[in-house]
């Protein structure tokens, strides 16, 4: 057995231990020991200085309360505009009565300080309390101002009614909502049973 | 019209107030509400909504507000006006309030307040109503030919 082994040659063993190192580091990058980062994003607006993946923001107010969170697997900021860009974003945002609102689209757009927020591409608001419902294809938000907007065709679901416009408006602080342009409301009535 | 009482209302309008702190839903501008056959038209219409999210009640104001139903195929439309109308959807009782006028058939009933049942047809008239002067019952009924 020891002859068999001794008359390998060593360009063989060699090649053995390299294999083997191989399936090692692969297991090794596979576990996520070391990420290798993915393609430096393009983007529109420029070369950004740095992108987040998985991110969860919060802001604070003032006393220290959190009254926005913004969820998103991806963020990238380009310094040309001080804008940061983000994908799937997932807004938390709660009203000076602690009600929560929820407002998500396709992309994101956080403008300079987190004075705007634009989400685009299906946007929603929701107010899980008052439970309704904005569909919209951009939706504009003002933390600032608690004013929510948007200026295209925009459709308020509270079931069983729903009600479209061509503009919508909502002060999330007063509880306020209002559509305007050619208005259409559909509301079922359910019989009295006497 | 039979079907009038579970169609589904639809509106339309310039503008929608929501405001969820006082559950009002408001329609202003040019506001048209159909149910059926039943339409109201005013300046300003309200909605109030059972815990069901059912619309349990409509209060349109204008000068004046409008109403007009088709009480079956064989009869003419029944009218009616008021500076303010509500509507009861779910017992089909129309109140015409103020500067009140109702035509059913060549029946014309006049005064501050004037209810009408929609499916049952009963009219009951009166010379006052909160918030309004006092004005006179007039009626003409036209006896059937």
Redesign the interface.
């Known amino acids: 057995m020891r002859q068999r082994l001794a008359r390998i040659p060593p360009k063989f063993w060699l090649l053995l231990i390299l294999l083997a190192l191989g399936v090692v580091l692969a297991l090794f990058f596979d576990r996520g020991g070391v990420r290798i980062p993915g393609p430096v994003p393009e983007d529109p607006a420029g070369e950004p200085d740095y992108f987040l993946e998985g991110a969860n923001l919060t802001r604070f107010n003032e006393q220290g309360e959190a009254y926005q969170r913004l969820q998103s697997p991806r963020l990238v900021h380009t310094p040309v505009d001080d804008v940061t860009r983000a994908k799937t974003p997932r807004l938390r945002i709660y009203d000076e009565d602690e009600r929560v609102w929820l407002a998500r689209g396709e992309s994101g757009r956080l403008a300079p300080n987190g004075t705007q927020v634009t989400l685009s591409g299906q946007a929603e608001l929701e107010?899980p309390?008052?439970?309704?419902l904005l569909e919209t294809e951009v939706l504009h938000y003002l933390p600032g101002s608690g004013h929510a907007y948007s200026q295209g065709e925009a459709t308020?679901r509270?079931?069983?009614?729903h009600?479209r416009?061509e503009r919508f408006d909502a002060w999330i602080n007063?509880?306020?909502?209002?559509?305007?342009?050619?208005?259409?409301?559909?509301?079922?009535?359910?019989?009295?049973s006497? | 019209l039979e079907g009038d009482a579970s169609a589904p209302i639809e509106i339309s309008a310039d503008r929608l107030e929501l405001d969820d702190k006082a559950g009002t839903a408001i329609y202003t501008g040019d506001v048209d509400m159909q149910q059926g056959s039943m339409k109201l038209t005013g300046a300003r219409v309200e909605i109030q909504r059972n815990a069901d999210g059912q619309v349990s009640r409509v209060t349109a104001t204008g000068d004046r507000a409008y109403i007009e139903q088709k009480p079956s195929p064989e009869d003419p439309l029944a009218k009616g006006w008021g500076q303010t109308i509500v509507y009861h959807a779910a017992e089909r009782r129309v109140e015409l309030i103020d500067q009140a006028e109702l035509h059913r058939g060549e029946d014309v009933f006049n005064g501050a307040y004037v209810e009408y049942q929609l499916d049952r047809r009963v009219v009951e008239a009166r010379a006052e109503a909160e918030g309004t002067q006092r004005q006179r019952v007039r009626m003409t009924l036209t006896p059937e030919q």
């Open positions: 107010a309390e008052e439970n309704w308020l509270q079931p069983p009614q009600i416009g007063e509880g306020r909502a209002r559509l305007t342009g050619k208005v259409r409301g559909f509301h079922p009535v359910k019989e009295s006497s």
